[in-house]
Protein backbone atom coordinates (compact mmCIF):
# COMPACT_ATOMS: atom_id res chain seq x y z
CA UNK A 1 0.00 0.00 0.00
CA UNK A 2 2.31 2.58 -1.30
CA UNK A 3 -0.82 5.51 -0.55
CA UNK A 4 -0.93 4.22 3.28
CA UNK A 5 2.95 4.55 3.63
CA UNK A 6 3.14 7.76 2.18
CA UNK A 7 0.67 8.99 4.59
CA UNK A 8 2.31 7.44 7.43
CA UNK A 9 5.16 9.02 6.74
CA UNK A 10 4.34 12.17 6.01
CA UNK A 11 1.35 12.46 8.72
CA UNK A 12 2.73 15.44 10.63
CA UNK A 13 3.12 17.72 7.33
CA UNK A 14 -0.56 16.23 6.16
CA UNK A 15 -2.25 17.05 9.05
CA UNK A 16 -0.95 20.48 10.01
CA UNK A 17 -0.90 21.66 6.05
CA UNK A 18 -4.66 21.00 6.98
CA UNK A 19 -5.38 23.03 9.67
CA UNK A 20 -3.46 26.02 9.55
CA UNK A 21 -5.02 26.33 5.87
CA UNK A 22 -8.40 25.49 6.86
CA UNK A 23 -7.86 28.71 9.21
CA UNK A 24 -9.80 31.42 7.05
CA UNK A 25 -12.84 29.46 6.83
CA UNK A 26 -13.14 29.40 10.57
CA UNK A 27 -12.41 33.04 11.00
CA UNK A 28 -12.82 35.98 9.03
CA UNK A 29 -10.73 38.19 11.70
CA UNK A 30 -8.38 40.51 10.23
CA UNK A 31 -6.79 40.76 13.08
CA UNK A 32 -6.81 37.06 13.70
CA UNK A 33 -5.56 36.15 10.32
CA UNK A 34 -2.90 38.90 10.16
CA UNK A 35 -1.28 37.17 13.18
CA UNK A 36 -1.52 33.68 11.54
CA UNK A 37 -0.13 35.37 8.55
CA UNK A 38 3.03 36.83 10.66
CA UNK A 39 3.48 33.59 11.67
CA UNK A 40 3.92 32.42 8.52
CA UNK A 41 6.76 34.83 7.12
CA UNK A 42 8.25 34.36 10.69
CA UNK A 43 8.29 30.65 9.82
CA UNK A 44 9.82 31.14 6.15
CA UNK A 45 13.18 33.28 7.93
CA UNK A 46 13.17 30.70 10.71
CA UNK A 47 13.26 27.70 8.84
CA UNK A 48 16.10 29.32 6.59
CA UNK A 49 18.18 30.56 10.22
CA UNK A 50 17.16 26.87 11.61
CA UNK A 51 18.57 24.87 8.64
CA UNK A 52 22.08 27.08 8.73
CA UNK A 53 22.26 26.92 12.76
CA UNK A 54 21.51 23.09 13.18
CA UNK A 55 22.65 21.64 10.16
CA UNK A 56 25.57 23.63 9.17
CA UNK A 57 26.63 25.08 12.64
CA UNK A 58 26.82 28.34 11.87
CA UNK A 59 25.48 31.57 13.63
CA UNK A 60 23.84 34.64 11.42
CA UNK A 61 23.47 37.57 13.34
CA UNK A 62 22.15 39.52 10.61
CA UNK A 63 19.20 37.59 9.43
CA UNK A 64 17.11 40.93 10.07
CA UNK A 65 19.21 42.41 7.14
CA UNK A 66 18.95 39.63 4.44
CA UNK A 67 14.83 39.98 5.54
CA UNK A 68 15.21 43.71 4.91
CA UNK A 69 16.75 42.84 1.50
CA UNK A 70 13.39 41.56 0.53
CA UNK A 71 10.94 44.33 2.11
CA UNK A 72 13.21 46.86 1.38
CA UNK A 73 14.13 45.51 -2.27
CA UNK A 74 10.39 44.66 -2.73
CA UNK A 75 9.06 48.12 -1.73
CA UNK A 76 11.61 50.28 -3.68
CA UNK A 77 10.92 48.79 -6.74
CA UNK A 78 7.32 48.57 -6.75
CA UNK A 79 6.55 51.91 -5.57
CA UNK A 80 9.76 53.94 -7.14
CA UNK A 81 10.33 51.80 -10.27
CA UNK A 82 6.77 50.31 -10.74
CA UNK A 83 7.73 47.02 -11.34
CA UNK A 84 5.90 43.92 -10.69
CA UNK A 85 5.90 42.64 -7.54
CA UNK A 86 6.43 39.09 -8.18
CA UNK A 87 9.52 40.08 -10.49
CA UNK A 88 10.72 42.59 -7.60
CA UNK A 89 10.44 39.61 -4.95
CA UNK A 90 12.36 37.37 -7.22
CA UNK A 91 14.97 40.04 -8.13
CA UNK A 92 15.42 41.32 -3.89
CA UNK A 93 16.18 37.64 -3.74
CA UNK A 94 18.72 37.34 -5.63
CA UNK A 95 20.27 40.25 -4.58
CA UNK A 96 20.13 38.72 -1.18
CA UNK A 97 21.67 35.68 -2.16
CA UNK A 98 24.66 37.65 -4.36
CA UNK A 99 25.08 39.45 -0.54
CA UNK A 100 24.86 36.14 1.25
CA UNK A 101 27.68 34.66 -1.27
CA UNK A 102 29.49 37.87 -0.51
CA UNK A 103 29.83 37.52 2.97
CA UNK A 104 29.81 33.80 3.21
CA UNK A 105 32.75 32.76 0.74
CA UNK A 106 35.51 34.53 2.61
CA UNK A 107 34.09 33.58 6.13
CA UNK A 108 32.97 30.27 5.83
CA UNK A 109 36.48 29.31 4.82
CA UNK A 110 37.77 29.90 8.19
CA UNK A 111 36.86 27.71 10.94
CA UNK A 112 34.94 29.16 14.27
CA UNK A 113 32.16 31.44 14.07
CA UNK A 114 33.53 34.36 12.14
CA UNK A 115 30.38 34.28 10.56
CA UNK A 116 28.57 35.35 12.99
CA UNK A 117 30.92 38.52 13.95
CA UNK A 118 30.86 39.46 10.20
CA UNK A 119 26.39 39.39 9.84
CA UNK A 120 26.67 41.11 13.07
CA UNK A 121 28.45 43.86 11.00
CA UNK A 122 26.41 43.32 7.61
CA UNK A 123 23.16 43.74 9.76
CA UNK A 124 24.61 47.38 11.38
CA UNK A 125 25.82 48.16 8.30
CA UNK A 126 22.46 47.19 5.72
CA UNK A 127 20.70 49.33 9.06
CA UNK A 128 22.59 52.41 8.52
CA UNK A 129 21.94 52.07 4.77
CA UNK A 130 18.50 52.41 5.08
CA UNK A 131 18.39 54.96 7.80
CA UNK A 132 20.88 56.82 5.65
CA UNK A 133 20.42 56.70 2.54
CA UNK A 134 17.34 58.90 2.31
CA UNK A 135 16.61 59.57 -1.68
CA UNK A 136 16.45 55.50 -2.29
CA UNK A 137 14.75 54.70 1.74
CA UNK A 138 13.03 57.67 2.81
CA UNK A 139 15.00 57.30 5.69
CA UNK A 140 13.62 56.54 9.64
CA UNK A 141 10.27 57.96 7.54
CA UNK A 142 10.10 54.53 5.39
CA UNK A 143 8.27 54.13 2.46
CA UNK A 144 4.35 53.68 2.44
CA UNK A 145 1.77 52.74 -0.68
CA UNK A 146 3.64 49.54 -1.46
CA UNK A 147 0.97 47.44 -3.60
CA UNK A 148 -0.97 44.69 -2.97
CA UNK A 149 0.20 41.28 -4.92
CA UNK A 150 -2.20 39.93 -7.27
CA UNK A 151 -2.51 37.37 -10.04
CA UNK A 152 -4.47 38.23 -12.75
CA UNK A 153 -8.23 39.12 -10.74
CA UNK A 154 -6.73 37.65 -7.81
CA UNK A 155 -6.09 40.08 -5.28
CA UNK A 156 -3.93 39.23 -2.36
CA UNK A 157 -4.58 42.81 -0.95
CA UNK A 158 -7.75 40.51 0.30
CA UNK A 159 -7.14 38.69 4.17
CA UNK A 160 -8.06 35.15 3.18
CA UNK A 161 -6.75 34.79 -0.07
CA UNK A 162 -3.33 36.11 1.16
CA UNK A 163 -3.49 33.21 3.98
CA UNK A 164 -3.29 30.78 1.23
CA UNK A 165 -0.67 32.28 -0.70
CA UNK A 166 1.69 32.79 2.21
CA UNK A 167 1.16 29.71 4.07
CA UNK A 168 1.34 27.95 0.92
CA UNK A 169 4.60 29.11 -0.23
CA UNK A 170 5.77 28.78 4.11
CA UNK A 171 4.41 25.13 3.69
CA UNK A 172 6.31 25.10 0.84
CA UNK A 173 9.50 25.87 2.44
CA UNK A 174 9.12 23.77 4.98
CA UNK A 175 8.42 20.75 2.96
CA UNK A 176 12.15 21.65 1.40
CA UNK A 177 13.84 21.97 4.78
CA UNK A 178 12.04 18.67 5.77
CA UNK A 179 13.54 17.07 2.62
CA UNK A 180 17.17 19.37 2.62
CA UNK A 181 17.28 17.48 5.77
CA UNK A 182 16.57 13.93 5.54
CA UNK A 183 18.85 14.26 2.10
CA UNK A 184 22.51 13.75 0.85
CA UNK A 185 23.24 17.65 1.75
CA UNK A 186 21.64 17.33 4.83
CA UNK A 187 23.33 14.66 6.18
CA UNK A 188 26.79 16.47 4.42
CA UNK A 189 25.62 19.32 6.88
CA UNK A 190 24.92 17.87 9.93
CA UNK A 191 28.45 15.91 9.44
CA UNK A 192 30.83 19.03 8.87
CA UNK A 193 28.75 20.45 11.88
CA UNK A 194 30.18 17.59 14.22
CA UNK A 195 33.27 16.25 12.25
CA UNK A 196 34.59 18.25 9.29
CA UNK A 197 37.73 17.18 8.84
CA UNK A 198 36.19 14.13 8.32
CA UNK A 199 33.39 15.25 6.46
CA UNK A 200 36.55 16.82 4.07
CA UNK A 201 38.24 13.19 4.00
CA UNK A 202 35.12 11.72 3.06
CA UNK A 203 34.91 14.34 -0.03
CA UNK A 204 32.37 17.00 1.47
CA UNK A 205 33.05 20.46 -0.04
CA UNK A 206 32.63 21.33 3.47
CA UNK A 207 33.09 25.70 3.12
CA UNK A 208 30.88 25.08 -0.57
CA UNK A 209 27.94 23.63 1.54
CA UNK A 210 28.12 26.02 4.52
CA UNK A 211 27.99 29.28 1.84
CA UNK A 212 25.02 27.18 -0.05
CA UNK A 213 23.22 27.20 2.95
CA UNK A 214 23.85 30.35 4.08
CA UNK A 215 22.47 31.67 0.37
CA UNK A 216 19.12 29.25 1.05
CA UNK A 217 18.49 30.76 4.65
CA UNK A 218 19.09 34.41 2.91
CA UNK A 219 16.64 33.73 0.16
CA UNK A 220 14.25 32.34 2.78
CA UNK A 221 14.72 35.50 4.96
CA UNK A 222 14.50 37.94 1.62
CA UNK A 223 10.87 36.23 0.36
CA UNK A 224 9.59 36.54 3.72
CA UNK A 225 10.51 40.23 3.96
CA UNK A 226 8.96 40.97 0.66
CA UNK A 227 5.46 39.12 1.56
CA UNK A 228 5.49 41.15 4.66
CA UNK A 229 5.53 44.56 3.11
CA UNK A 230 3.23 43.68 0.59
CA UNK A 231 0.51 42.83 3.12
CA UNK A 232 1.32 45.68 5.60
CA UNK A 233 1.88 48.32 2.66
CA UNK A 234 4.59 49.81 4.94
CA UNK A 235 8.17 49.59 5.62
CA UNK A 236 10.77 50.84 7.54
CA UNK A 237 13.92 50.76 8.90
CA UNK A 238 12.68 50.16 12.53
CA UNK A 239 11.85 46.38 11.51
CA UNK A 240 15.26 45.72 10.66
CA UNK A 241 17.46 45.88 13.65
CA UNK A 242 20.10 44.01 15.45
CA UNK A 243 17.14 42.87 18.04
CA UNK A 244 15.19 41.09 15.40
CA UNK A 245 18.27 39.33 14.54
CA UNK A 246 18.99 38.07 18.04
CA UNK A 247 15.05 37.64 18.42
CA UNK A 248 15.26 35.37 15.30
CA UNK A 249 18.12 33.32 16.29
CA UNK A 250 16.28 32.80 20.02
CA UNK A 251 12.91 31.79 17.81
CA UNK A 252 15.33 29.20 16.51
CA UNK A 253 16.84 28.00 19.54
CA UNK A 254 13.68 27.90 21.44
CA UNK A 255 11.57 25.91 18.99
CA UNK A 256 14.80 23.25 18.67
CA UNK A 257 17.96 23.67 17.25
CA UNK A 258 18.11 21.47 14.11
CA UNK A 259 15.03 20.50 14.21
CA UNK A 260 12.29 21.80 11.47
CA UNK A 261 9.61 21.48 13.47
CA UNK A 262 11.22 23.15 16.51
CA UNK A 263 10.98 26.36 13.71
CA UNK A 264 7.18 26.06 13.52
CA UNK A 265 6.74 25.98 17.16
CA UNK A 266 9.15 28.63 17.90
CA UNK A 267 7.70 30.73 15.05
CA UNK A 268 3.56 30.32 17.31
CA UNK A 269 5.54 31.05 20.00
CA UNK A 270 7.07 33.96 19.15
CA UNK A 271 4.66 35.49 17.40
CA UNK A 272 1.54 35.07 20.14
CA UNK A 273 3.64 35.70 23.01
CA UNK A 274 4.38 39.46 22.36
CA UNK A 275 0.49 39.53 21.05
CA UNK A 276 -0.67 38.71 24.44
CA UNK A 277 2.41 40.07 26.36
CA UNK A 278 1.30 43.71 24.41
CA UNK A 279 -2.35 44.03 26.58
CA UNK A 280 -0.20 44.27 29.78
CA UNK A 281 3.13 46.28 28.95
CA UNK A 282 5.32 46.48 25.88
CA UNK A 283 8.56 46.31 27.62
CA UNK A 284 8.13 42.97 29.34
CA UNK A 285 8.68 41.17 25.66
CA UNK A 286 12.10 41.60 25.96
CA UNK A 287 12.69 40.35 29.64
CA UNK A 288 10.26 37.60 28.55
CA UNK A 289 12.16 36.06 25.96
CA UNK A 290 15.37 36.51 28.05
CA UNK A 291 14.13 34.28 30.70
CA UNK A 292 12.94 32.04 28.17
CA UNK A 293 16.57 31.40 26.04
CA UNK A 294 17.84 31.24 29.25
CA UNK A 295 15.59 28.22 30.58
CA UNK A 296 15.04 26.52 27.23
CA UNK A 297 19.02 26.35 27.36
CA UNK A 298 19.17 24.79 30.97
CA UNK A 299 16.34 22.79 30.54
CA UNK A 300 15.07 22.15 27.24
CA UNK A 301 18.07 22.54 24.83
CA UNK A 302 16.97 20.26 22.56
CA UNK A 303 13.88 23.44 22.51
CA UNK A 304 10.44 22.99 22.45
CA UNK A 305 10.39 19.75 19.74
CA UNK A 306 12.05 18.19 22.73
CA UNK A 307 9.64 18.45 25.65
CA UNK A 308 8.86 15.00 26.01
CA UNK A 309 12.52 14.13 27.04
CA UNK A 310 11.83 16.72 29.41
CA UNK A 311 8.87 14.81 30.67
CA UNK A 312 10.71 11.35 30.58
CA UNK A 313 13.18 12.87 32.65
CA UNK A 314 11.01 14.49 35.53
CA UNK A 315 9.09 11.34 35.79
CA UNK A 316 12.79 9.48 36.15
CA UNK A 317 13.69 11.87 38.85
CA UNK A 318 10.47 10.99 40.49
CA UNK A 319 10.67 7.46 40.05
CA UNK A 320 14.48 7.32 40.99
CA UNK A 321 14.31 4.43 38.74
CA UNK A 322 18.20 3.20 37.54
CA UNK A 323 17.55 3.16 34.13
CA UNK A 324 19.95 4.78 31.87
CA UNK A 325 20.22 8.26 30.75
CA UNK A 326 17.24 9.78 28.56
CA UNK A 327 19.21 10.62 25.16
CA UNK A 328 17.52 13.86 23.70
CA UNK A 329 16.36 12.95 20.35
CA UNK A 330 18.33 13.39 17.11
CA UNK A 331 18.94 17.43 16.06
CA UNK A 332 17.28 16.66 12.82
CA UNK A 333 13.49 17.15 11.85
CA UNK A 334 11.21 14.10 10.96
CA UNK A 335 8.89 14.31 8.21
CA UNK B 1 53.69 2.09 -10.70
CA UNK B 2 53.16 3.23 -7.42
CA UNK B 3 50.06 4.63 -6.63
CA UNK B 4 50.91 6.99 -4.35
CA UNK B 5 54.21 8.88 -4.24
CA UNK B 6 55.79 11.58 -2.43
CA UNK B 7 59.26 13.10 -3.36
CA UNK B 8 61.18 15.43 -1.25
CA UNK B 9 57.95 16.48 0.98
CA UNK B 10 58.38 19.56 3.18
CA UNK B 11 55.45 21.20 5.46
CA UNK B 12 54.80 22.34 9.00
CA UNK B 13 52.62 24.72 11.19
CA UNK B 14 53.08 28.88 11.23
CA UNK B 15 56.89 29.34 11.16
CA UNK B 16 57.95 25.68 12.62
CA UNK B 17 58.83 22.79 9.89
CA UNK B 18 57.79 19.65 11.09
CA UNK B 19 58.86 17.80 8.15
CA UNK B 20 61.84 17.71 6.29
CA UNK B 21 62.36 16.19 2.58
CA UNK B 22 60.23 13.10 3.30
CA UNK B 23 60.56 10.90 0.35
CA UNK B 24 57.58 7.89 0.09
CA UNK B 25 56.06 5.59 -2.08
CA UNK B 26 53.17 3.25 -1.68
CA UNK B 27 52.64 0.65 -4.45
CA UNK B 28 49.31 -0.48 -5.59
CA UNK B 29 47.81 -2.86 -2.93
CA UNK B 30 50.86 -2.24 -0.63
CA UNK B 31 50.87 -1.59 3.19
CA UNK B 32 53.48 0.74 4.00
CA UNK B 33 53.54 1.88 7.90
CA UNK B 34 55.39 4.97 9.22
CA UNK B 35 56.34 4.40 12.92
CA UNK B 36 58.42 6.17 15.18
CA UNK B 37 58.14 8.49 18.48
CA UNK B 38 55.71 11.02 19.82
CA UNK B 39 56.56 14.43 17.50
CA UNK B 40 58.57 12.44 14.88
CA UNK B 41 55.83 14.02 12.26
CA UNK B 42 54.38 10.88 11.44
CA UNK B 43 50.31 12.73 11.74
CA UNK B 44 51.62 15.98 10.11
CA UNK B 45 52.84 13.70 6.95
CA UNK B 46 49.48 12.10 6.74
CA UNK B 47 47.72 15.14 6.35
CA UNK B 48 50.48 16.30 4.24
CA UNK B 49 48.93 13.17 1.87
CA UNK B 50 45.41 13.97 2.73
CA UNK B 51 45.54 17.52 2.05
CA UNK B 52 44.60 18.96 5.22
CA UNK B 53 47.55 20.97 5.76
CA UNK B 54 49.75 22.50 2.72
CA UNK B 55 53.09 21.66 1.20
CA UNK B 56 56.22 24.13 1.33
CA UNK B 57 57.83 22.09 -0.49
CA UNK B 58 58.54 18.93 -2.49
CA UNK B 59 55.25 17.07 -4.50
CA UNK B 60 52.59 14.24 -3.80
CA UNK B 61 51.48 12.30 -6.43
CA UNK B 62 48.31 9.88 -6.80
CA UNK B 63 47.87 7.28 -9.43
CA UNK B 64 50.22 9.68 -11.34
CA UNK B 65 48.23 12.70 -10.80
CA UNK B 66 49.92 15.80 -8.47
CA UNK B 67 47.45 16.64 -5.69
CA UNK B 68 49.58 19.78 -4.56
CA UNK B 69 46.31 21.97 -5.28
CA UNK B 70 43.58 19.86 -4.49
CA UNK B 71 41.42 19.93 -1.59
CA UNK B 72 40.64 17.72 0.87
CA UNK B 73 37.28 16.62 -0.60
CA UNK B 74 38.86 16.02 -4.69
CA UNK B 75 41.57 13.74 -3.14
CA UNK B 76 38.67 12.12 -1.43
CA UNK B 77 37.35 11.87 -4.88
CA UNK B 78 40.20 10.35 -6.18
CA UNK B 79 40.08 7.42 -3.65
CA UNK B 80 42.73 8.56 -1.55
CA UNK B 81 40.17 8.28 1.89
CA UNK B 82 41.73 9.82 5.07
CA UNK B 83 40.34 7.48 8.19
CA UNK B 84 41.53 10.28 10.93
CA UNK B 85 42.88 10.30 14.20
CA UNK B 86 40.36 9.75 16.99
CA UNK B 87 37.90 8.17 14.60
CA UNK B 88 36.01 11.43 14.06
CA UNK B 89 32.63 9.92 13.62
CA UNK B 90 29.34 12.03 13.27
CA UNK B 91 28.26 11.27 16.90
CA UNK B 92 24.27 12.51 16.69
CA UNK B 93 24.23 10.45 13.32
CA UNK B 94 23.11 6.57 13.67
CA UNK B 95 25.28 4.07 11.89
CA UNK B 96 23.72 3.74 9.03
CA UNK B 97 23.32 7.81 8.99
CA UNK B 98 27.31 7.71 8.92
CA UNK B 99 27.65 5.30 6.35
CA UNK B 100 25.81 7.13 3.88
CA UNK B 101 27.86 10.01 4.52
CA UNK B 102 30.43 7.98 3.81
CA UNK B 103 29.06 7.39 0.46
CA UNK B 104 28.97 11.16 0.35
CA UNK B 105 30.98 11.65 -3.10
CA UNK B 106 29.53 10.00 -5.96
CA UNK B 107 32.31 8.34 -7.35
CA UNK B 108 31.58 7.57 -11.64
CA UNK B 109 30.97 3.74 -12.17
CA UNK B 110 30.29 3.53 -8.04
CA UNK B 111 28.25 0.94 -6.93
CA UNK B 112 24.88 1.49 -5.42
CA UNK B 113 24.64 2.11 -1.47
CA UNK B 114 22.45 -0.54 -0.07
CA UNK B 115 25.11 -3.00 -1.67
CA UNK B 116 28.21 -1.39 -0.13
CA UNK B 117 26.61 -1.10 3.35
CA UNK B 118 25.14 -4.73 3.40
CA UNK B 119 29.24 -5.58 2.08
CA UNK B 120 30.30 -3.47 5.17
CA UNK B 121 27.67 -5.11 7.38
CA UNK B 122 29.06 -7.77 6.50
CA UNK B 123 32.48 -7.11 7.53
CA UNK B 124 31.71 -5.60 11.07
CA UNK B 125 27.98 -7.73 11.95
CA UNK B 126 28.12 -5.48 15.59
CA UNK B 127 27.38 -2.53 13.22
CA UNK B 128 24.56 -4.08 11.51
CA UNK B 129 23.13 -4.70 14.39
CA UNK B 130 23.51 -1.60 15.88
CA UNK B 131 22.53 0.33 12.30
CA UNK B 132 19.82 2.49 14.19
CA UNK B 133 21.92 3.25 17.41
CA UNK B 134 24.23 6.89 17.79
CA UNK B 135 27.57 6.50 16.49
CA UNK B 136 28.63 8.67 20.10
CA UNK B 137 26.85 5.57 22.52
CA UNK B 138 28.82 2.54 20.15
CA UNK B 139 32.10 1.23 22.34
CA UNK B 140 35.05 2.08 21.29
CA UNK B 141 35.79 -0.61 18.87
CA UNK B 142 32.82 -0.48 16.90
CA UNK B 143 33.74 3.37 16.98
CA UNK B 144 36.60 2.34 14.94
CA UNK B 145 35.04 -0.20 13.23
CA UNK B 146 32.15 2.43 11.82
CA UNK B 147 34.78 4.70 11.05
CA UNK B 148 36.76 2.28 9.01
CA UNK B 149 33.36 1.23 7.60
CA UNK B 150 32.46 4.70 6.96
CA UNK B 151 35.82 4.98 4.59
CA UNK B 152 35.10 1.66 2.88
CA UNK B 153 31.70 3.83 1.70
CA UNK B 154 33.47 6.17 -0.55
CA UNK B 155 35.10 3.26 -2.46
CA UNK B 156 38.92 3.78 -1.65
CA UNK B 157 41.99 3.46 -3.75
CA UNK B 158 44.28 3.83 -0.98
CA UNK B 159 43.24 4.45 3.04
CA UNK B 160 45.26 6.83 5.26
CA UNK B 161 45.07 5.40 8.96
CA UNK B 162 46.35 7.52 12.01
CA UNK B 163 46.35 5.27 15.06
CA UNK B 164 43.66 3.06 13.95
CA UNK B 165 44.82 1.20 17.45
CA UNK B 166 44.34 4.11 19.64
CA UNK B 167 42.63 3.63 22.82
CA UNK B 168 41.37 0.31 22.32
CA UNK B 169 42.12 -2.80 24.25
CA UNK B 170 44.75 -5.26 22.53
CA UNK B 171 41.82 -8.07 21.71
CA UNK B 172 40.21 -5.07 19.43
CA UNK B 173 42.92 -3.79 18.15
CA UNK B 174 44.15 -6.99 17.00
CA UNK B 175 40.40 -7.34 15.58
CA UNK B 176 40.75 -4.23 13.57
CA UNK B 177 44.13 -5.22 12.63
CA UNK B 178 42.62 -8.31 11.44
CA UNK B 179 39.93 -6.34 9.52
CA UNK B 180 42.72 -4.15 7.53
CA UNK B 181 45.01 -7.35 6.72
CA UNK B 182 41.40 -8.43 4.91
CA UNK B 183 41.13 -5.75 2.97
CA UNK B 184 44.48 -5.39 1.90
CA UNK B 185 44.34 -9.04 0.41
CA UNK B 186 41.62 -7.29 -1.68
CA UNK B 187 44.05 -4.86 -3.20
CA UNK B 188 43.28 -2.31 -1.25
CA UNK B 189 46.36 0.44 -0.20
CA UNK B 190 47.14 2.03 3.09
CA UNK B 191 49.59 4.23 4.60
CA UNK B 192 49.14 3.55 8.08
CA UNK B 193 50.36 6.10 10.70
CA UNK B 194 50.96 3.92 14.09
CA UNK B 195 52.84 4.07 17.59
CA UNK B 196 51.98 0.44 17.96
CA UNK B 197 55.15 -0.20 15.85
CA UNK B 198 54.99 -3.90 16.52
CA UNK B 199 51.50 -4.73 15.26
CA UNK B 200 51.51 -2.18 12.51
CA UNK B 201 54.96 -3.66 11.04
CA UNK B 202 53.07 -7.07 11.06
CA UNK B 203 50.58 -5.85 9.08
CA UNK B 204 52.66 -3.81 6.68
CA UNK B 205 55.04 -5.33 3.78
CA UNK B 206 57.08 -2.03 3.83
CA UNK B 207 58.22 0.23 7.34
CA UNK B 208 59.79 3.48 7.29
CA UNK B 209 61.37 4.88 10.81
CA UNK B 210 60.72 8.90 11.09
CA UNK B 211 62.67 10.67 13.72
CA UNK B 212 62.22 14.28 14.15
CA UNK B 213 60.35 15.36 10.69
CA UNK B 214 63.13 13.00 8.56
CA UNK B 215 62.84 8.91 7.65
CA UNK B 216 66.01 7.48 8.80
CA UNK B 217 65.65 3.74 8.16
CA UNK B 218 63.39 2.01 5.43
CA UNK B 219 62.96 -1.40 4.61
CA UNK B 220 60.74 -4.32 3.98
CA UNK B 221 58.71 -4.59 7.35
CA UNK B 222 59.99 -8.31 8.34
CA UNK B 223 63.96 -6.62 8.43
CA UNK B 224 62.53 -3.93 10.15
CA UNK B 225 61.22 -6.00 12.79
CA UNK B 226 64.21 -8.04 13.21
CA UNK B 227 66.34 -4.79 13.27
CA UNK B 228 68.26 -4.92 16.83
CA UNK B 229 68.45 -1.64 17.15
CA UNK B 230 64.83 -0.72 16.24
CA UNK B 231 63.61 -3.52 18.54
CA UNK B 232 65.87 -1.67 21.39
CA UNK B 233 63.98 1.95 20.49
CA UNK B 234 60.74 0.87 19.66
CA UNK B 235 59.65 -2.01 21.15
CA UNK B 236 60.85 -1.50 24.85
CA UNK B 237 63.06 -4.33 25.24
CA UNK B 238 65.59 -5.41 26.87
CA UNK B 239 68.67 -2.77 26.70
CA UNK B 240 66.32 -0.31 25.05
CA UNK B 241 66.29 2.96 26.77
CA UNK B 242 63.62 5.77 26.04
CA UNK B 243 61.61 6.27 23.18
CA UNK B 244 58.03 5.27 23.08
CA UNK B 245 56.64 1.80 24.48
CA UNK B 246 53.83 0.07 22.73
CA UNK B 247 50.25 1.31 23.20
CA UNK B 248 48.57 -1.28 25.58
CA UNK B 249 45.92 0.51 27.32
Redesign the interface.
Request: proline letters at 5%.
Given at each position: MPILAFLRRHVWYIAFSIVILSAPLFTGNIYYLSILAFMATRLMIVLGLNLLMGQAGQISLGHAAFAGIGAYGSAIMTTRWSMDPWLAMLLSAVLAAAVAGLIGVPTLKLKGHYLAMATLGFGEIVYILLVQLKWLTNGTDGIGGIPSLTIGSIDFGNAQMFHWLVWGVALLMLRISLNLVDS?VG??L??LH??E??????????SFRKVQVLMVSAVFASIAGSFYVHYVHYVSPVSYTIIFSVILVTTVVIGGLGNVWGAVWGSALMILLPEYLKRYNQDYTQLVFGVMLILTMIFLPGGLVSFRTLVAKVRERFRGSRAGPV?GP??RGGS | MSALSLSQVSAGYGRIQILHDVDLTVGDGEIVTIVGANGAGKTTLLKAVSGLIPLWGGTVTFKGSPLARSSVEARAGLGLVQIPEGRQLFGPMNVEENLELGAYSRRRGGRPFREKRDEVFAMFPRLGERRRQQAGTLSGGEQQMLAIGRALMAEPEMLLLDEPSMGLAPLLVKEIFTTLRELNSRGLGMLLVEQDAMIALKLAHRGMVMERGRVVLEDSASALLDNPELQAIYFGQRGGGGGARTETE
Open positions: RRSRGRAIAAMSLGVNTTEP | -
